[in-house]
C-alpha cells in the first residue's frame, strides 16, 4: 500500500469535517432533524435521525483519518443519499423559492457525493 499524497491527506478532512460536526451536533440534539425526517415521511425517524447520525460520525472520521477511507466514504455517500432525498425533495414543492432552495441543495450534495466517489477511488487505485 502507497503513501497518500499531501493533497490527500489535506482534502480527507476537509470532505470529512460537515459530516463529523454535523452528525456529532445532531447526535447531541436530535430533536428538530427527527421533526424534519417525521415531517418527510421517514420511517422511524426517532431511530433513523441518530443512526445515520452516527454513520456520519463514524464514516468522517474514518475517511479523515484514512482508517478506512473506502468504506468510510462509501457509508457517508449512503447518508448522503438518504438524507438528501428524504430532506430535500425538491420535485415535490410548489413554492417555487422553497423549490429553488431545495434543489440548490440537492446539487450541493450530488457535488459531494462526487467528491466521496473520487476519495474512494484515489484509494482504491493506491491499494
Known sequence: MSRAPLTTV???PLLSAGFITGG?????DPAGLTAVARDAGVPFPEVAVPATSAAMVGGGVALSLGIAPIAGAATLTACLAAATYGVHPFWRMEDPQARTVHRTALVTNLAVGAGLLLAAAEA???R
Open 10 to 12: 489535506i482534502a480527507r
Open 24 to 28: 456529532w451536533r445532531t447526535l447531541r
Open 124 to 126: 482504491r487505485a493506491r
